[in-house]
T-cell receptor
Framework: KAGVTQTPRYLIKTRGQQVTLSCSPI?????VSWYQQTPGQGLQFLFE???????NKGNFPGRFSGRQFSNSRSEMNVSTLELGDSALYLCASSLSDYKSTDTQYFGPGTRLTVL | DQQVKQNSPSLSVQEGRISILNCDYTNSMFDYFLWYKKYPAEGPTFLIS?????DKNEDGRFTVFLNKSAKHLSLHIVPSQPGDSAVYFC????????????FGKGTLLTVNP
């Protein structure tokens, strides 16, 4: 079974631009979560989608948004990029939501660099 | 304010010896705890978990201990192998209405041959 895939793997943008990252979960998984990893803050939860609905959201500004499609694939968008948005963005999928404590499986991440 | 703390940014052990990775948390409402391992250029990989109703869970060379009164979690790796060299993150899930993984900042484990 294929794992979680994320595209693109690397991305370079300039301040003020916007970016869209894509995540394809493991087949059959319906929950997709996004995390930001930076050296200073570690792994921080962005948001979680289940059945095309955002059900959980972390403490990030509204410039960070996401969506999930009917096939469970998810995208996250960051508008008006800032230098501090440079990070590794990780997507994780699980069979259902966290309440069942199903294991989350992570993709390899998208490394975003903002110049 | 960090709810999950891994106070040791790095740890170095000899092959064959025990590795002990520690994690402290602040919220007694946390009810499920996990350890993830991360190699460079890869996403975190689930390692082992423990529910708050238990105090120990074993899986092969990996054992997680939970001390609820001290709000402390530890991961023991015995015997340590060079392939275990990675960053280890502890993570928690809390009950209530906001389900999400909250991670510590990680500990870099280096196992020397």
């Amino acid at each position: 079974k294929a794992g979680v895939t994320q595209t693109p793997r690397y991305l370079i943008k300039t301040r003020g631009q916007q970016v869209t990252l894509s995540c394809s979960p493991i087949s059959g998984h319906r929950s997709v979560s996004w995390y930001q990893q930076t050296p200073g803050q570690g792994l921080q939860f962005l948001f979680e989608y289940f059945s095309e609905t955002q059900r959980n959201k972390g403490n990030f500004p509204g410039r960070f948004s996401g969506r999930q499609f009917s096939n469970s694939r998810s995208e996250m968008n960051v508008s008006t990029l800032e230098l501090g948005d440079s990070a590794l963005y990780l997507c994780a999928s699980s069979l259902s939501d966290y309440k069942s404590t199903d294991t989350q499986y992570f993709g390899p991440g998208t490394r975003l660099t903002v110049l | 304010d960090q709810q999950v703390k891994q106070n040791s940014p790095s740890l170095s052990v000899q092959e064959g010896r025990i590795s002990i990775l520690n994690c402290d948390y602040t919220n007694s409402m946390f009810d499920y705890f996990l350890w993830y391992k991360k190699y460079p250029a890869e996403g975190p990989t689930f390692l082992i978990s423990i529910s708050s109703i238990k105090d120990k869970n074993e899986d092969g060379r990996f054992t997680v201990f939970l001390n609820k009164s001290a709000k402390h979690l530890s991961l023991h790796i015995v015997p340590s192998q060079p392939g275990d060299s990675a960053v280890y993150f502890c993570a928690v899930i809390s009950g209530g209405s906001n389900y999400k993984l909250t991670f510590g900042k990680g500990t870099l484990l280096t196992v020397n041959p």
